[in-house]
């Protein structure tokens, strides 16, 4: 056995489990929620519609952005109430997946 292995103690549902850790484990990009403020999208595609303006209070449920992806038109909605801030995109415009499309405040 490796004398230079550190083991950690690992719980899960109330159960420790004594282990080791990748490197590639060990060195990930934590995990942060997604932030409610700022709609991205979720797969890459053509901005069929900006349904909202600078400045507009929307809320929750309100369609902010048509997005078409693989002739599919996605309704991407407001998931709380507030002011729209920016739009980073117009009609037309091919976008990545994670693109930021607007942002509320």
Request: net charge positive.
């Amino acid at each position: 056995m490796d004398e230079n292995i550190e083991f950690i103690d690992f719980k899960y549902e109330e159960i420790s489990y004594r282990t080791t850790l990748t490197k590639k484990f060990a060195n990930r990009t934590p995990y942060t929620p997604p932030d409610s403020r700022k709609i991205v999208a979720f797969i890459p595609g053509t901005i069929l519609q900006v349904s909202v303006k600078e400045g507009e209070k929307v809320k929750k449920g309100d369609t902010l952005i048509v997005l078409q992806a693989m002739k599919m038109d996605n309704h991407l909605l407001a998931v709380r109430n507030g002011t729209v801030k920016k739009i980073y995109v117009k009609k037309g415009e091919v976008v990545p997946k994670h693109h930021l499309l607007l942002e509320l405040k």
